[in-house]
């Protein structure tokens, strides 16, 4: 692949391979502004890949060097990501400065990325995420407008679509074994979400980072039959 080298000193070591692969988008008014931050050593942050949206592929950190682009973070019963993921950066105003759709140059820059790193590292589908996985409390992106569906149609990450599950809605401020449930297997799915039986402001934060990524048709924090359903069709994919 071609890339612009555009290193940032803003790295250290790594401590073991990494193994998970984490999206984001800029959330900065235009690319060269969020190119300048991540090379910015004040800034102290930045990712290993910037994808403009002309499709244009910045380099900025070597992928054997710890990046800072995760913060604090969680997935599958690891903290602390950056030590073992590597990020990319997507060009996009992100929800503060005017949030849109993806270009489709972009997007088929992101998912040769991927396919490049991929030969690289073993990095299994279901350790493609974003940002608002791994934070959902503090992160929201790269967001609803992100087609993880095209991405996993290319043969990158999961996706699952399924029939509404029965049963009503589960909502904040519900208790018992269907949400206690729901909190297990958003756990197993790899979400900080440790079962309770309590429908919390958090449980509700990571249903809405559920539904960001595989059920981006309505963001609500609601567990209804279609979220229910497609949590199950991607633990039963073996997520």
Not at 17 to 39: C, F, S
Not at 49 to 54: A, G, N, Q
Not at 64 to 73: D, I, K, L, N, T
Not at 218 to 223: E, F, S
């Amino acid at each position: 692949m071609e890339f612009i080298e555009a290193p940032s000193p803003n790295f250290d070591a790594r401590t073991a391979p990494p193994d998970l692969l984490v999206l984001h988008y800029t959330g900065m008014p235009t690319g060269p502004e969020a190119l300048d931050r991540l090379r910015d050593p004040e800034a102290r942050v930045s990712s290993h890949y910037l994808v403009e949206e002309d499709g244009r592929i910045f380099r900025l950190v070597p992928e054997e060097r710890r990046a800072w682009h995760a913060g604090v973070s969680f997935w599958k019963g690891q903290s602390g990501l950056n030590a073992t993921s590597i990020g990319i950066e997507i060009v996009n105003p992100g929800h503060e400065f005017g949030y849109r759709p993806f270009p489709d140059a972009q997007i088929a820059a992101v998912i040769a990325l991927v396919a490049d790193i991929r030969t690289r590292w073993m990095i299994e589908d279901g350790r493609i995420v974003g940002h608002s996985d791994i934070a959902p409390d503090r992160k929201i992106d790269p967001g609803e407008l992100f087609p993880w569906k095209r991405l996993a149609e290319a043969g990158h990450g999961l996706w699952a679509e399924a029939p509404a599950a029965p049963g009503a809605p589960l909502a904040e401020g519900e208790t018992g074994a269907g949400v206690f449930a729901l909190q297990a297997g958003l756990t197993r799915l790899g979400y900080d979400c440790a079962p309770s039986g309590d429908y919390d402001a958090h449980t509700a934060t990571v249903v809405g980072a559920f539904q960001r990524h595989w059920r981006p048709e309505r963001v609500d924090g609601i567990a209804d039959g279609e979220t229910r359903a497609r949590l199950i069709a991607l633990l039963r994919q073996g997520a």
